[in-house]
């Protein structure tokens, strides 16, 4: 079956820091995968994502890039702001079905 | 995109009681779903709501406990029935708003329980 396994947190930054999360993932097919970030007493938005091998998702300063032959979805921020203290959730979507699967989610800390 | 908005956002329980969490959408979407996240632990889908017919529940899911309603394509309802502490979570919901195919999933605030 389809599963996520993300870098386990939590993580503690100062601005401006370097921040990589990782994630690996199982699926059976041709997997979408998404980055998922929850603010603090918000609801999940999309960070960003991508739908084939090779692809680069961004957004916010965000990137990751889907890499079939690691299985991986790794994702960075060059300089972060105290701003994206949030929970973050890697996913997946198998092309042949609708569900997402999430990773255990990693919370994020960025002092100042 | 899409904004779904749910309510109650939270709530506190008794043990036994039941509650029922609605959940409506701003436009009209073919998919929703309803996830539970359990305190500190990460998205677990419980169901897909089908409109027009009965939910389709995920393993160790199961309609007596968690029956939902889908009477059109904007709106849903959940119910978190006979409810124990155990059932002390954040319940969302969510809905499919791209059709690129990429299956991105739209998400509620989330509706906090808490139960006593």
Known sequence: ?112 | SAVISQKPSRDICQRGTSLTIQCQVDSQVTMMFWYRQQPGQSLTLIATANQGSEATYESGFVIDKFPISRPNLTFSTLTVSNMSPEDSSIYLCSAQTDNSGANVLTFGAGSRLTVL
Request: proline share 3%; aromatic share 12%.
């Open chain 1, 1 to 112: 079956g389809n599963s996520v396994t993300q870098m386990e947190g939590p993580v503690t930054l100062s601005e401006e820091a370097f921040l990589t999360i990782n994630c690996t993932y199982t699926a059976t097919g041709y997997p979408s995968l998404f980055w998922y970030v929850q603010y603090p007493g918000e609801g999940l938005q999309l960070l960003l994502k991508a739908t084939k091998a090779d692809d680069k998702g961004s957004n916010k300063g965000f990137e990751a890039t889907y890499r079939k032959e690691t299985t991986s979805f790794h994702l960075e921020k060059g300089s972060v702001q105290v701003s994206d203290s949030a929970v973050y959730f890697c996913a997946l979507s198998d092309s042949n079905d609708y569900k997402l699967s999430f990773g255990a989610g990693t919370t994020v800390t960025v002092r100042a």
